[in-house]
């Protein structure tokens, strides 16, 4: 993988690449499974219809990289800055680890995140229009400035949605966020 340049098809199983310089490379439906990619490097790398199965891109730098029908199951993907990655990325997450990861000004709209542990992850100016999150642990994760519209975090843990500092016409929430809200709000919920 390190060699060539343009991969379609491939099945990449077990590799250990952690720090590995990947970018500038072009990825249309490979398989990445049970693979160490521990800060790797991905700038301007591209990504169509790919999988992530049980990886590790801790820290992994994705600048620049174009994700298009991007897959992961069950990886880790800890200190991720999702926020430098290309425009309008497509992205589904399921069973993930994404602790103290970073979506800053961001089009995440209609991304799955579903049974993710995101917490203490940083949402700042994302737009999470029609985002899912159901099953996901939000435990001190930050939501600041985000389009929420139509998100669903029905069946989230740990959730805090200040509505003051984040659009949210239509978000679904639990009743355990309804009750933080009104005793935020000083109310008494009896």
């Known amino acids: 993988m390190l060699q060539g340049d343009s991969f379609e098809n491939q099945h990449f199983k077990g590799l250990e690449l952690s720090g590995a ?18 800060e790797s490097q991905w700038k301007a790398t591209i990504l169509e219809a790919c999988v992530f199965k049980e990886c590790d891109l801790t820290r992994a730098d994705l600048a620049q990289t174009g994700l298009r029908g991007v897959r992961f199951e069950g990886c880790k993907l800890m200190g991720v800055d999702w926020s430098r990655v290309s425009s309008h990325p497509e992205l589904t997450f399921v069973d993930c680890n994404l602790r103290y990861a970073s979506f800053t000004k961001i089009n995440l709209r209609k991304v799955g995140f579903t049974r993710s542990t995101i917490r203490e992850a940083n949402f700042i100016d994302a737009d999470l229009t029609e985002a899912d999150f159901s099953g996901a642990d939000l435990t001190g994760a930050t939501l600041r400035g985000c389009t929420l519209v139509r998100a669903d975090f029905r069946h989230v843990s740990g959730l805090f949605i200040d509505p003051a500092r984040n659009k949210v016409k239509d978000t679904r929430v639990p009743v355990e966020t309804a009750i933080l809200l009104a005793q935020n709000s000083g109310m008494k919920v009896e």
């Open 21 to 38: 310089a990947l970018g500038g490379k072009e990825f249309f439906r490979c398989t990445f499974e049970n693979c160490h990619l521990m």
